[in-house]
C-alpha cells in the first residue's frame, strides 16, 4: 500500500526514482523496492520521502486509485476501512521505531 502511494506522489511530482532516492540519501533500487512492496521504509525513511514529495506523511499511508463510493454511509464505511488500515500501518512502523533490528 505505501509502495503504490509512494510511486504515486513521486510520478505527480514528476521525479525519476533515482532523483527522490538522491534526496533522501538512499539508492534507486531502494525506491523501487519501496514502490514494489518488497521492502517497507524505516520510520525515518518514510519521514524523509514525505518530506523529499512534500506532502504530509499521513498522505502516504492513504490508498490512491481507489473511487470512494456514493453513497454516504457506503462513503462512511470506505473511510473507516482506511483509518483501520492507517492505524495498523502506523502500529507497524511504531513497533520498528521500539524494537528495531539487531543488526551485530
Not at 525513511?45 to 492513504?62: D, K, M, R, S, V
Not at 495498523?88 to 533490528?101: A, D, G, M
Amino acid at each position: 500500500m505505501v509502495g503504490e502511494t509512494v510511486r504515486h506522489w513521486r510520478e505527480h511530482r514528476a521525479l525519476s526514482q533515482s532523483i527522490l532516492a538522491r534526496q533522501i540519501g538512499k539508492s534507486r533500487s531502494y525506491i523501487c523496492e519501496v514502490e514494489h512492496g518488497n521492502i517497507s521504509p524505516s520510520l525515518e525513511a518514510f519521514l524523509a520521502i514525505a518530506t523529499a514529495l512534500a506532502i504530509e506523511p499521513c498522505l502516504l499511508l492513504l490508498q490512491h486509485g481507489h473511487k470512494p463510493p456514493s453513497s454516504e454511509q457506503a462513503h462512511m464505511s470506505h473511510l473507516q476501512h482506511q483509518v483501520t488500515a492507517l492505524q495498523r500501518e502506523v502500529e507497524t512502523l511504531y513497533q520498528r521505531v521500539q524494537h528495531p533490528p539487531d543488526v551485530s
